[in-house]
């Protein structure tokens, strides 16, 4: 259409001038004020100038192809040049609606890319091109009735408003799959490698039977996957047709293979340059089976094993084919893997893009590659997940550049999209495990882009309130030891607490850590600190009394100033900082009391969780946890009751209350209160004959967790990452080293001293990282309990809790 209406004004314009002629003036019709000088400066004709026909022609070509104006003729007044043109409007608003199943922020992308925006000249050619692509999307992902419609309101001779109107529709549902050509698996065995399934009314929850053609291009590949993986390195998918219904409702679709035969693998070896690199080739062909059916993915790893070790040698672009050669009589098949190592790189710089409040610091001290330095394919990959880990970012891309004008350097780009580390939040939270709270707190995750975080936080629940202000700096100094701080204040009463032994406490204190790395992956840190705790209130019972008569204390209740050295090591492959679905996380650490402590006590702890991905999308995980506590009293003294452990709530062990699994009390009975050989604080356990269902915790505790994490049904992909829904089974036990078995003996007391002692639910949770702090709601039911447990199936958390 274009180069129509193009010839048509060049033919025009051909005709009106027979002869050359001496132009004594240009004058624009047309043409707003506010454009006139600057289209006159950019004509090739000016005043005096003898023009010709081919000169008017190339005149009419260049106003046109400027895009600026949507029609240009020329005709001629004596010696004057007069152009009449018709200028295009500019958008002055662009809106849009009912784009539902598009991001507005990926929608706004792409008609910026396709300079359809505010203050962009109005192109209808460019509307009704992008209407055809938006809507050929939308039937790509099986919105077959889509309807796209671009509405211009004309404000001004020059100006227009612009709207984009979606209509959506229903989105048609993959109603039926088929195969054709497949001879060794059936249907259903094909359709179990699928993300995409047929609609079933009654069960949808954890399959897809919307047509989204990315994840439906990756089960053609999983299908593929399937086929080279049990021995058919020539299965090829041939044809996939899709048919839909007269009302674009329903989806079938017909995927034709061709499968092969069945290989067995008769040798394997590398070939080619590898650059000298061959001695640390050559284990990897052991990952490939002689006399073995071919597999695909072992196939695959030596591939990238090749190329791996190429790149950390500094080889950034190596070829590495595998080339089949088969005997059909045999049904074997040799693999060559022909290795062209190519030539060195060194990286010439590393940039950042998309960081807009992280200062480039923050980004360059998580690298491992360096400028200047010989290209490293798993420093870059590093780099790429040390960013990941830092909490900061939404997501990181790495890529590589090459630098013109050279041969052997090239840049490195790491494009990040940061996530809103900074928060002021005001809430009220309630949990089942500590009632109503009120809370407020300031945090930067990220302060001024530093990379460090800083907090003040305060809490006020059933239980009572804190107020605590922390720093954490991650590279205090330039080999990344981490210095963090902590001051606080709190009080603390679980005389509410139906399920303890109740007593309340009044604490400040400040503690220091130093954070050493050892390598990518491992760290230990020490630390210290002081706590000044007062307790009063206190019920008296048989643990509290062999602790306060360690301290010499007379009454039930005491003051203590307490100093405590920190030690551990801490060990972490998690691929990210929230809802992690690959890797291991595990720490060993413990403090103990130092001289000008009042207390004289030591604390060891061992924990470990993991995560392993059961399919390639990482929406199936399977997670396990575990932990060990340990403590005790030293030099004549015992543990403080205050750091007994307990077990029980969503933090521990989930359809137990709070806190409610532990040794129980013995409390002062009344009918021996008064006699003298109870009076004060006694340790003679026949004063506390009166035993209950209250806690008072032990001085060890074992707790473990599997949990199967699955898709959160009815929640969009976009927002699966803030959302966790998962199956578990929970199971604890906590016990006293120190107890008296002979206590015991009658039956009607328990073992206290027995680990064996062990609770266990199962049931379901599901988190959400909420804008005002973690949601967490889970359902259990004990399936191992023990008389006096204080049960609480429903349990639930909202925002931060004391």
């Known amino acids: 259409m274009k180069k129509l209406l193009l010839t048509s004004l060049l033919f025009s314009s051909t005709a009106t001038f027979a002869a050359p002629f001496v132009v004594k003036d240009i004058r624009l019709d047309g043409v707003s004020e506010g454009n006139r000088s600057a289209i006159m400066a950019r004509l090739p004709v000016k005043v005096g100038q003898t023009i010709t026909d081919q000169d008017i022609s190339n005149l009419v070509r260049a106003l046109y192809l400027n895009g600026s104006f949507s029609n240009v003729q020329a005709s001629r007044e004596g010696n004057t040049l007069v152009l009449h043109i018709a200028e295009r409007a500019v958008i002055n608003s662009l809106e849009f609606s009912g784009n539902d199943s598009i991001p507005k922020d990926a929608l706004q992308d792409n008609l910026n890319a396709n300079d359809i925006k505010a203050g962009s000249l109005l192109n209808r050619e460019k509307l009704d091109a992008f209407k055809t692509e938006l809507e050929n999307y939308y039937h790509s992902i099986g919105f077959y009735n889509a309807k ?73 590949q999983a299908i593929k996957t399937f086929y080279l993986n049990k021995g058919y390195p020539k299965f090829n998918i041939t044809d996939v047709k899709t048919k839909v219904s007269d009302d674009k409702k329903d989806i079938a679709i017909t995927i034709d293979v061709s499968e092969g035969e069945q290989y067995t693998v008769s040798g394997v070896r590398i070939v080619g340059d590898t650059a000298g690199l061959m001695p640390q080739m050559e284990p990897l062909l052991k990952k490939i089976y002689v006399s073995e059916l071919f597999n695909g993915d072992n196939a695959k790893d030596v591939e990238d094993g090749i190329k791996t070790i190429l790149g950390d040698n500094s080889y950034a672009a190596p070829q590495v084919s595998l080339v089949p050669e088969f005997n059909e009589e045999k049904h074997e098949v040799n693999l060559t893997y022909v290795v062209d190592a190519g030539r060195r790189y060194y990286v010439r710089n590393i940039l950042f893009k998309g960081n807009d409040a992280s200062a480039d610091k923050t980004l360059r001290q998580e690298m491992r590659q360096q400028e200047g330095a010989l290209y490293s394919l798993s420093a870059i990959q590093q780099g790429k997940l040390r960013l990941e880990r830092t909490g900061f970012f939404e997501t990181v891309d790495s890529s590589t550049e090459m630098v013109k004008g050279t041969n052997d350097q090239m840049d490195v780009i790491y494009k990040v999209k940061e996530r809103n580390t900074g928060s002021i939040n005001f809430g009220i939270g309630y949990g089942t495990e500590s009632g109503l709270s009120y809370n407020a707190s300031v945090k930067q995750d990220n302060f001024l882009g530093t990379g460090a975080s800083a907090s003040l936080s305060g809490t006020r629940n059933d239980y009572g309130m804190s107020i605590a202000l922390g720093y954490n700096e991650p590279y205090f100094t330039k080999d990344g030891v981490s210095l963090g701080g902590n001051v606080y204040y709190e009080t603390y009463d679980n005389s509410k607490n139906n399920n303890q032994a109740s007593y309340s406490k009044t604490s400040y204190g400040i503690d220091t850590t130093l954070g050493f790395p050892v390598d990518e992956n491992n760290s230990y840190y020490v630390g210290l600190g002081y706590a000044h705790n007062k307790l009063k209130d206190i019920q008296p019972e048989y643990n509290r009394a062999l602790y306060l008569e360690s301290i010499e204390a007379k009454e039930w209740e005491f003051s203590n100033h307490d100093f405590d050295f920190s030690l551990g090591w801490g060990y972490n492959s998690l691929n990210r900082g929230f809802f992690p679905t690959q890797g291991i996380k595990a720490n060993i650490g413990g403090r103990i009391s130092i001289p000008g402590s009042d207390n004289k006590y030591y604390k060891l ?37 205050y750091q007994y452990y307990t077990a029980g709530g969503i933090g521990s062990l989930r359809g137990f209350s709070y806190g409610a699994v532990g040794p129980k009390a013995f409390y002062l009975t009344n009918s021996t209160a008064s006699a003298p050989v109870c009076a004060g604080v006694s340790t003679n356990f026949a004063c506390y004959a009166d035993m209950s269902s209250d806690v008072v915790g032990g001085n060890a505790m074992a707790t473990t967790s599997v949990e199967l994490i699955v898709p959160t049904p009815f929640v969009s992909d976009k927002n699966q990452t803030t959302v966790r829904t998962s199956f578990f089974v929970d199971a604890a036990s906590v016990w006293n080293t120190h107890w008296d078995k002979s206590y015991s003996q009658n039956g009607v007391i328990p073992d206290y001293s027995d680990p064996s002692r062990v609770r266990a639910s199962a049931g379901i949770s599901f988190q959400w990282q909420s804008p005002i702090g973690p949601l967490v709601f889970s359902y259990a039911k004990p399936i191992k309990k023990y008389e006096g447990d204080d049960v609480e199936q429903f349990q639930f958390s909202i925002g931060g809790t004391f």
């Open 148 to 220: 796209v419609n671009f509405d211009i309101d004309q404000v001004a001779s020059n100006q227009a408003n612009v709207k984009l109107n979606i209509t959506e529709g229903d989105r048609a549902l993959v109603k039926e799959i088929n195969f054709s050509g497949n001879k060794a698996f059936d249907k259903d065995t094909l359709l179990d490698q699928m993300e995409v399934q047929p609609d079933v009314s009654w069960w949808n929850f954890f399959a897809s039977s919307k047509l989204d053609q990315q994840k439906f291009q990756n089960d053609l």
């Open 605 to 641: 702890n061992a924990n470990i969780v993991g995560y392993y991905p059961l399919n390639r999308a990482e929406t199936w995980v399977l997670s396990g946890k575990a932990g060990l506590n340990y403590a005790n009293g030293f030099g004549g003294k015992k543990l403080p009751f």
